[in-house]
């Protein structure tokens, strides 16, 4: 598969322009939390733990959106669905936990911005935002129109990126003052997301025909890709190409099939592992609250 792709040129497989940004970002992350995080109104420099989280969740940002994986995803839904549980699933929890707190208490704070946020990441108004945003994108029709533009893939796929952040605030939100839900409401809250995002994998999943043409339409897979493939590059190969099964092994049915199957599987090992954290957390929190142990060295009262 790898050498069929090369026919797609060096810009498509391999996004020269986003990785150019993610390096300014990242830049931009080290001068202002670092150096110059003063400046800033930042009272401390980020732990080696946040640069790290923060730096990984750049890597694969670029390895989802700006690889070869982006490519793909326009080729097969399975490799779709891998892209975006990473990228909405998986991604805000790194960039959540790699920004220092006083960057977050600025965004809590900020006039507009902060009353936004502030009111977004209400728990139920949260889950609703983020699992409604994306039953709604996995309709076919919508699924299919942000496969028609760059403006209108690029602009779902970033309301669906801010979605993300808004639903796992909730649950990670580093500023003890807007951390309001106990551990006990966090577990209730994970699981309540899990039920909700289990209709739209359950469409593709038991779908009988294929549901987006961008995966078994000459036609729409050829705009799809266009979406990643210069128009030069693709004008100069396109009567070469007959579809996805070109490049895919899987027939359009099990790929559907797949996606649904391993966006489900990667969302409940995300969710399990937040899950986990949040126990051990409350675990050993409510041990620090245990008296200790009488000391054997105690005095004894004597009679």
Known sequence: MWLELQIFGFRALWSPYLML?????????????????ERFGGDTKPTTSQQFSFYLGLVLI??????????????ML???????????????????????????????EANIIGNIIRFLTR??????????????????????????????????????FFAAFIMWLPLLNPVKKYDHLKPLLKIGYIFANSVLITPACA??????????????????????????????????????LSGPEMFSPLSTMIDQQFGGIIMKVIQEIVYGSVLVSILLNWFKSEGTKIDPLPSNNSSIETH
């Open 21 to 37: 940004f993610l390096i300014i970002l990242a830049l931009i992350y080290y001068f202002v939390t670092g150096p110059y995080h």
């Open 62 to 75: 670029y390895i989802t959106k700006g690889s070869p994986i982006d490519l793909l995803s326009h080729i």
């Open 78 to 108: 399975l490799t779709h669905m891998i892209q975006m549980a990473v990228f909405i699933i998986f991604v805000p929890i790194l960039i959540i936990k790699g920004l220092p707190t006083w960057i977050w208490k600025k965004v809590y």
């Open 123 to 160: 728990p139920i108004i949260s889950m609703l935002f983020f699992n409604g945003l994306f039953s709604i994108y996995h309709i076919p029709i919508v699924f299919n129109f942000s496969k028609s533009t760059p403006v209108a893939h690029t602009l779902i796929h970033l309301i669906l």
């Open 203 to 240: 469409l593709i999943i038991f779908a009988s025909s294929p549901l987006y043409a961008a995966y078994s339409s000459e036609g729409a897979w050829l705009t799809a890709l266009s979406l990643c493939v210069p128009t030069d590059v693709l004008n100069g190969i396109s009567s070469s």
